[in-house]
T-cell receptor, first 114, second 115 residues
Framework: NAGVTQTPKFRVLKTGQSMTLLCAQD?????MYWYRQDPGMGLRLIHY???????AKGEVPDGYNVSRLKKQNFLLGLESAAPSQTSVYFC?????????????FGSGTRLTVV | GESVGLHLPTLSVQEGDNSIINCAYS??????FIWYKQESGKGPQFIID?????DKRQGQRVTVLLNKTVKHLSLQIAATQPGDSAVYFC??????????????FGTGTRLTIIP
């Protein structure tokens, strides 16, 4: 029972490099989300998806792109990493919008951009 | 504007005592509230939730109270244990329409249980 799995767990990038963070869930959830967490701040929504093939912008979408080609996977891409994107990234999923039980989160990806 | 905030950033409680973590929200349209626990190096973990048509909900050792009049949410943890030490976040959820939802998190309260 894996739940939500994020890869990689840690990554160091140089400014300008690109990378893709992978989120996979095995619970057949429709809704998936990408958040970032910075020190002293709560989680902020980057992008989300309400189903396979759909994506939408959250609060802080600039500098990120996402894709949901398969229901179980939600990819977060950084085309040209910047130091301001140093953060811990969390993926979450939920079966229905506002569903009971809240969201299931992955264990996070710690990204450092130097 | 909309916000979810916490009254206290840190809280220390003696083991065995009860703890109360408070949260204020400003969006009266929010219809669903969730408390999360986050341990160091881990993702947020669901604790308990409450819908806006309720004012109290109880779980195992935890109780959430919702006061819509003053837009206040609290999490009560009974008989605290060392494993309760973590950062606790409240979150409010509101519908944007067409199946879209928005979950807004507070900045978190760090709860430390003193042995």
């Amino acid at each position: 029972n894996a739940g939500v799995t994020q890869t990689p767990k840690f990554r160091v990038l140089k400014t300008g490099q690109s990378m893709t963070l992978l989120c996979a869930q095995d619970m057949n959830h429709e809704y998936m989300y990408w958040y970032r967490q910075d020190p002293g701040m709560g989680l902020r929504l980057i992008h989300y998806s309400v189903g396979e093939g759909t994506t939408a912008k959250g609060e802080v979408p600039d500098g990120y792109n996402v894709s949901r080609l398969k229901k179980q996977n939600f990819l977060l891409g950084l085309e040209s990493a910047a130091p301001s994107q140093t953060s811990v990234y969390f993926c979450a999923s939920t079966p229905i919008a506002g569903g009971a039980g809240g969201y299931t989160f992955g264990s996070g990806t710690r990204l450092t951009v130097v | 504007g909309e916000s979810v905030g916490l009254h206290l950033p840190t809280l220390s409680v003696q083991e065995g005592d009860n703890s109360i973590i408070n949260c204020a929200y400003s969006n009266s349209a929010s219809d669903y509230f969730i408390w999360y626990k986050q341990e160091s190096g881990k993702g947020p973990q669901f604790i308990i939730d409450i819908r806006s048509n309720m004012d109290k909900r109880q779980g195992q050792r935890v109780t959430v109270l919702l006061n819509k009049t003053v837009k206040h949410l609290s999490l009560q943890i009974a008989a605290t244990q060392p494993g309760d030490s973590a950062v606790y976040f409240c979150a409010e959820n509101w519908a944007l329409g067409f199946g879209n939802e928005k979950l807004t998190f507070g900045t978190g309260t760090r709860l430390t249980i003193i042995p």
